[in-house]
């Protein structure tokens, strides 16, 4: 005898996105679409933009891993930056209702997708790779245990955006302050016992705008989708900036 | 000062306003404190406490420290805001204006306490 399948409950969401396709539309405007999601479980943002795409093929957002690795989904979640993928449905509706945006500062390429290149342009000044100068070693280069420990809260990093466009000192000036992302990693490499270029690294943040332009207004740490904290990161460089022997 | 040249110019702001703010503050708890312990507690004893060489020149430290901090804390506010990014063409006129404007301010406050203090 087959038993009956339960019917789940559904209950109704407003999700109202931003739309904006520069060959079409003469200014960004605002999409209400309505989308009848289960009620005996929690859904993720982003399966609720799949949802809302099922109605509105045109919609446009980038996703790839669908679990916080890749760092191609952020966008501005009611208010707040963050990763689709890995924000319950549950924290981020409110009254119902549920308000996606692209991540603000950044150029829109369409609907919720954003040109990253100046965050990117950003972090290829801090040049986010080991640099050696002494010969190289016969084996690997080895770290101790607690070496490698500096690097936990840096390396994880998986530059979703979500911090440099949450960081009002990167709005005004997105070409001469590198923003919380680029400075982390910087900060990353200057930590890493393996790097030998410490000073130029350094030298290369000294004027008023590359890591000064940080007034400790920790968007970037409140909104890290991977719980990282650029701003102990910028006060660390600061830091050493101030107190090393020139 | 020979290692402050030698700085960059981020590093170097940052160290120059942030002494600046020290100072400000040390002359004002100074000045609390006077007050609070009640050795100022009318006219004739805030005027005596300016007639003294020492307390001459802390309180002209004190507005050069002002002016400086201001100089540069304005600065970094203006190269935020009035910017042609934010303010399209009217951003570098704006920026000028602004800077004068303070540098005038400062001049004036600084003026006024020279003349009050001597
Ligand atoms: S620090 Fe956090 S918010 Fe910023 S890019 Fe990296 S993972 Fe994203
Ligand atoms: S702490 Fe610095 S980097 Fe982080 S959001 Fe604030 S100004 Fe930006
Ligand atoms: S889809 Fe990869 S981080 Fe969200």
Known sequence: MSQAIPVAQLKSVTM??????????????????????????????????HLAKDQEPSLSYRRSCREGVCGSDGMNINGKNGLACVTPLSEAVKRNKLTLRPMPGLPVVRDLI???????????????????????????????PEEREELDGLYECILCGCCSTSCPSFWWNPDKFLGPAALLQSWRFIADSRDEATEERLDALEDSFSLYRCHGIMNCVSVCPKGLNPTEAISNIRNKLITREK | MTAMSKLGTGTRDFLIVRICALLMLLYSLYLLGYLITGEINNFAKWNSFFESSLNKVLSLIFFAAFAVHTWFGTWAIASDYLTPKIMGNFGSFAYIIFRVLVAAVIALVLTWAILIIF
């Open chain 1, 16 to 49: 109202s996105i931003y739309r904006y396709d520069p060959t079409l539309d003469e200014k960004p405007y605002m999409q209400d679409i309505v989308i009848e999601v289960p009620t005996d479980k929690d859904i993720m943002v982003l399966d609720a933009l």
């Open chain 1, 114 to 144: 954003v040109d990253m290149k100046q965050f990117y342009d950003q972090l290829e000044k801090v040049k986010p790779y080991l640099i050696t100068k002494s010969d190289n070693p016969e084996t690997e280069r080895t770290q101790s």
